[in-house]
């Protein structure tokens, strides 16, 4: 079955609940949620080729959820695209996919795309006039046809395309239904970024089950006390976020005063939950159930865990157990994997939730997988790249990773990719950025540089080299300071010394003496 399917089941029970709202727009019922989709699946059907990628650069809106339902609904493959992002970087994640055309919110309908662009809310609203019905001739869909395309990271100054297919989405779609059920009254908040891949629960789960879905606008996600005084009038249920937000949700609001009564469940994902706010915030709420889920963009969720209580301090939360579907397995340096042994290892990942691939990198993909052995056969892993240790109860707990790879802010961040777009100002010789633990956001970005040419002046490089980043990263990306150095220090085979870098953003940020 179709995801949108499900969702036109649910409209069919009860067509004139609230399926969609936020602060400020238009609530949505399920009957008009149904004919916008089928309305714009009908439309995109005879205006792209079968299985067609699909850009869809929106803010969280009410027609931005209904674009993407229509792109599956029609059997097409969406990419969302953060209008926020820088034009270059925009314009590659509209080509490199070879997006056939763009749905665009009106902020940024009239920017000059390599694709043909589509009002996507005069198109919404032209389907809700003309009551159109279902796409004619809507294919039936197969397994492997893609559903969606999410862009992370690359450690070679691109975005890296993950695809998702229809196979994927419904592997984790099942286990979340049956293990975090969405009914109708549950009042859902959609907090996370819909270019990122935590909403795939809140939209999909929600809609399917009758949900009513609160959309956070993300100038309210961003401020802990305007969040709280969301959550607080919509009388939030049911919240999934990433810990960076939780944990400033518990310290910088007045959540520990008033509480959230209506809250039932709150799940976390995409980086580490620091124990003393996570303490915090499960005190504010005693009556949540607060779980852990893990896994990176290229899986969605394979293992999750319920808090019986706060932790305590310097008690780090488990990863918890494999979910339903799921094969997972550690595989040591000496090569040998297992999925039972207490052990440490790399974190491999097999079933129905591991992508296919990155788009059009081979390379990368080849990187990414392995074939093994283990003790239910021979599988194609997912390599995570994360390390864990399995205790004799078969519960993983993280250690940490052994790349270049970070978590920010709920984003998990290649640092090459950030030293590469600041190596491009001709005004630095060299870069290295270094992460620091930081128990709001997880990790803080620092940005060490030297200078092109030391005999000239380089008063105001640092505010130049925070410029430059903003023209070509996401925010998120962008270091939070800049350290202007004379030199970098060096092993003795002359590389970076990377394991003295951090003693070295102790000082004020800025020019060097």
Same mark, same amino acid.
């Given at each position: 079955?179709?995801?949108? +399917?499900?969702?036109?089941?649910?409209?069919?029970?009860?067509?004139?609940?609230?399926? !969609?709202?936020?602060?400020?727009?238009?609530?949505?019922?399920?009957?008009?949620?149904?004919?916008?989709?089928?309305?714009?699946?009908?439309?995109?059907?005879?205006?792209?080729?079968?299985?067609?990628?699909?850009?869809?650069?929106?803010?969280?809106?009410?027609?931005?959820?209904?674009?993407?339902?229509?792109?599956?609904?029609?059997?097409?493959?969406?990419?969302?695209?953060?209008?926020?992002?820088?034009?270059?970087?925009?314009?590659?994640?509209?080509?490199?996919?070879?997006?056939?055309?763009?749905?665009?919110?009106?902020?940024?309908?009239?920017?000059?795309?390599?694709?043909?662009?589509?009002?996507?809310?005069?198109?919404?609203?032209?389907?809700?006039?003309?009551?159109?019905?279902?796409?004619?001739?809507?294919?039936?869909?197969?397994?492997?046809?893609?559903?969606?395309?999410?862009?992370?990271?690359?450690?070679?100054?691109?975005?890296?395309?993950?695809?998702? %297919?229809?196979?994927?989405?419904?592997?984790?779609?099942?286990?979340?239904?049956?293990?975090?059920?969405?009914?109708?009254?549950?009042?859902?908040?959609?907090?996370?970024?819909?270019?990122?891949?935590?909403?795939?629960?809140?939209?999909?789960?929600?809609?399917?089950?009758?949900?009513?879905?609160?959309?956070?606008?993300?100038?309210?996600?961003?401020?802990?006390?305007?969040?709280?005084?969301?959550?607080?009038?919509?009388?939030?249920?049911?919240?999934?976020?990433?810990?960076?937000?939780?944990?400033?949700?518990?310290?910088?609001?007045?959540?520990?005063?008033?509480? !959230?009564?209506?809250?039932?469940?709150?799940?976390?994902?995409?980086?580490?939950?620091?124990?003393?706010?996570?303490?915090?915030?499960?005190?504010?709420?005693?009556?949540?159930?607060?779980?852990?889920?893990?896994?990176?963009?290229?899986?969605?969720?394979?293992?999750?865990?319920? !808090?019986?209580?706060?932790?305590?301090?310097?008690?780090?939360?488990?990863?918890?157990?494999?979910?339903?579907?799921?094969?997972?397995?550690?595989?040591?340096?000496?090569?040998?994997?297992?999925?039972?042994?207490?052990?440490?290892?790399?974190?491999?990942?097999?079933?129905?939730?591991?992508?296919?691939?990155?788009?059009?990198?081979?390379?990368?993909?080849?990187?990414?997988?392995?074939?093994?052995?283990?003790?239910?056969?021979?599988?194609?892993?997912?390599?995570?790249?994360?390390?864990?240790?399995? +205790?004799?109860?078969?519960?993983?707990?993280?250690?940490?990773?052994? +790349?270049?790879?970070?978590? %920010?802010?709920?984003?998990?961040?290649?640092?090459?990719?950030?030293?590469?777009?600041?190596?491009?100002?001709?005004?630095?010789?060299?870069?290295?950025?270094?992460?620091?633990?930081?128990?709001?956001?997880?990790?803080?970005?620092?940005?060490?540089?030297?200078?092109?040419?030391?005999?000239?002046?380089?008063?105001?490089?640092?505010?130049?080299?925070?410029?430059?980043?903003?023209?070509?990263?996401?925010?998120?990306?962008?270091?939070?300071?800049?350290?202007?150095?004379?030199?970098?220090?060096?092993?003795?085979?002359?590389?970076?010394?990377?394991?003295?870098?951090?003693?070295?953003?102790?000082?004020?940020?800025?020019?060097?003496?």
């Amino acid at each position: 079955m179709h995801a949108s +399917d499900a969702i036109l089941l649910a409209a069919g029970r009860q067509p004139d609940a609230i399926a !969609l709202t936020g602060a400020g727009q238009r609530p949505v019922s399920y009957r008009d949620l149904a004919q916008g989709m089928t309305g714009l699946a009908a439309g995109l059907a005879g205006r792209t080729s079968q299985g067609a990628r699909i850009g869809i650069v929106s803010r969280k809106s009410p027609e931005t959820v209904i674009a993407m339902l229509a792109c599956l609904h029609a059997g097409r493959c969406f990419v969302m695209i953060d209008p926020a992002l820088p034009p270059h970087r925009r314009d590659f994640i509209v080509t490199q996919p070879a997006c056939e055309i763009v749905l665009a919110d009106p902020a940024t309908a009239g920017l000059s795309w390599p694709v043909p662009a589509i009002d996507l809310a005069g198109e919404v609203a032209r389907v809700a006039r003309q009551g159109q019905g279902a796409a004619a001739g809507r294919p039936a869909a197969r397994p492997d046809d893609e559903a969606y395309v999410l862009y992370t990271s690359g450690s070679t100054g691109e975005p890296k395309g993950v695809v998702i %297919t229809r196979r994927n989405m419904r592997a984790f779609l099942r286990w979340a239904a049956a293990r975090f059920p969405l009914r109708s009254g549950d009042q859902v908040a959609v907090h996370a970024p819909l270019h990122f891949d935590l909403p795939v629960y809140d939209l999909y789960a929600g809609l399917a089950g009758g949900a009513t879905l609160h959309l956070v606008p993300e100038r309210v996600a961003l401020f802990p006390q305007g969040l709280y005084r969301f959550l607080a009038q919509g009388a939030i249920t049911h919240l999934y976020a990433v810990p960076s937000a939780l944990g400033a949700l518990a310290d910088r609001s007045t959540l520990g005063q008033h509480g !959230l009564p209506a809250m039932r469940q709150v799940l976390y994902a995409g980086e580490e939950f620091r124990p003393r706010p996570l303490a915090t915030l499960m005190a504010a709420l005693p009556q949540v159930r607060v779980s852990n889920l893990y896994g990176p963009i290229e899986t969605n969720v394979v293992t999750s865990w319920t !808090l019986r209580r706060p932790p305590g301090d310097g008690e780090r939360v488990p990863l918890g157990q494999p979910i339903s579907g799921v094969t997972l397995a550690l595989r040591d340096d000496s090569g040998k994997a297992s999925e039972r042994a207490a052990m440490e290892g790399e974190v491999l990942v097999a079933g129905d939730c591991v992508t296919p691939g990155y788009l059009a990198r081979p390379d990368l993909t080849s990187q990414s997988m392995i074939t093994l052995t283990t003790e239910s056969g021979t599988r194609r892993f997912y390599r995570t790249g994360d390390f864990a240790v399995r +205790d004799g109860h078969g519960v993983l707990h993280l250690l940490g990773r052994r +790349d270049g790879l970070v978590k %920010t802010r709920g984003y998990r961040v290649e640092i090459g990719e950030i030293e590469a777009a600041i190596g491009w100002h001709p005004a630095v010789s060299e870069v290295a950025i270094v992460a620091e633990p930081d128990p709001e956001l997880t990790n803080r970005l620092h940005a060490l540089v030297v200078p092109a040419d030391p005999q000239r002046p380089c008063h105001g490089l640092a505010d130049a080299v925070i410029a430059h980043c903003r023209q070509r990263l996401p925010g998120y990306m962008v270091p939070g300071r800049v350290h202007v150095l004379a030199e970098l220090p060096r092993t003795g085979t002359g590389k970076i010394a990377r394991q003295r870098l951090p003693g070295l953003i102790a000082g004020p940020a800025g020019e060097p003496p």
